[in-house]
């Protein structure tokens, strides 16, 4: 299994690993060795969310060298290459090593090495594409790959290798309790609850945001504020709590989350799809081929997001929370556009090659 660089690809790893722990143990063709007959290994960037991340479950961890490949002017562009190629090496030697049956790539920069040491070894490949449009990797990726699953329906790629799964994600999330939250954050279960977030490494033009809406926004909610590593606020107030990062715990918080704001990123997107949460999306304007604004346009042509565009983020709040039809039908989208099997979905397609 390879990707990293954000918690957006490598959570949807640990997701596929639960499935084909649960899934194999069933099919007779994967019925040797630990693990239900399935013997993984995890290779990541060296950035340190990845293993950490990983490093909470029982799957051994391997880190690369692997430089981006970027559309714009950076001093990196003369170190890029030789870390592409360095990983590479490092690729060549663990795939020799450990002589998978199959390369799962959820796709980024750090799954370009070790995808092209696969294909010359000849391990098949399966690519997974997150978002609406395929970045620059992952399009040399698909090239390589025996099968192509797509979370969005408009990836436009070679149809015979396309599988349209949505995007795997922990189904753990919706064993949240009511009560563990509200311990969490000392917050009561009279006043309703908003979430925000900026992604696993957290927003800093959204956390400003807060900070400088949130005298009107207590008035109605309770916030919950996901910040990101250093990106802390100076709010101080009872209908208020900021974490850097929530790992098992989110799953609580969502159980106590009326309403969400946050970033378009395909993991937090299926997420919300999967829990039914209203939801309020800030796109990334800076995301690689525009991809989280394309992600949002799709929920919201789906009735199952706002995007906030020029309103003031408390008025559209409170516009969505004081309409309940509103809220029922944006539930009813979201219900629609989840894809709860698709973890499951996937390992089936790995257990098939």
Not at 44 to 50: F, H, I, Q, T
Not at 108 to 123: D, E, K, Q, S, Y
Not at 257 to 284: C, F
Request: aromatic share 8%; with cysteine.
């Amino acid at each position: 299994m390879v990707g990293g660089g954000s918690g957006g690809h490598v959570m949807p790893n640990l997701a596929i690993a639960n499935a084909l722990k649960s899934y194999c143990g069933t099919n007779s063709r994967a019925n040797r060795g630990p693990h239900c007959g399935i013997k993984l290994l995890y290779v990541g960037s060296r950035v340190p969310l990845d293993r950490e991340l990983v490093k909470a479950t029982d799957i051994p961890f391997k880190s690369i060298f692997a430089g981006k490949l970027r559309r714009y002017f950076s001093w990196r562009h003369f170190v890029d290459p030789f870390l592409v190629l360095f990983g590479f090496l490092q690729s060549l030697i663990i795939i020799i090593r450990f002589w998978p049956h199959v390369v799962f790539a959820k796709g980024g920069f750090v799954c370009l090495p070790v995808a092209l040491a696969a294909f010359i070894l000849r391990r098949p490949i399966i690519l997974h594409e997150s978002d609406s449009v395929m970045g620059l990797s992952n399009r040399i990726v698909s090239r390589l790959a025996r099968k192509v699953c797509v979370a969005f329906p408009d990836v436009i790629i070679q149809e015979e290798k396309v599988e349209f799964t949505g995007n795997p994600i922990r189904l753990s999330i919706q064993k949240g309790d009511r009560q563990k939250g509200y311990q969490i954050t000392g917050f009561h279960p009279h006043k309703p609850t908003l979430l925000v977030w900026g992604g696993s490494q957290g927003a800093q033009e959204i956390n400003e945001m807060v900070e400088r809406d949130f005298p009107r926004l207590k008035s109605t909610f309770q916030v919950i504020h996901i910040t990101g590593k250093d990106k802390a606020t100076t709010i101080q107030d009872e209908a208020y709590v900021s974490f850097d990062y929530l790992g098992p715990e989110l799953k609580h918080i969502y159980a106590i989350t009326d309403v969400v704001v946050g970033r378009a990123g395909a993991n937090s997107l299926y997420e919300l799809a999967l829990m039914q949460k209203p939801n309020i999306l800030i796109p990334l304007k800076s995301s690689a081929h525009n991809h989280q604004q394309l992600n949002a346009e799709y929920f919201e042509r789906m009735g199952a997001s706002i995007i906030l565009r020029d309103q003031p983020l408390h008025d559209i709040l409170l516009a969505l929370w004081h309409s309940p039809e509103k809220q029922a039908r944006m539930k009813e989208s979201l219900a629609s556009v989840a894809k709860p099997d698709a973890a499951e979905h996937i390992a089936r397609l790995i257990l098939s090659l």
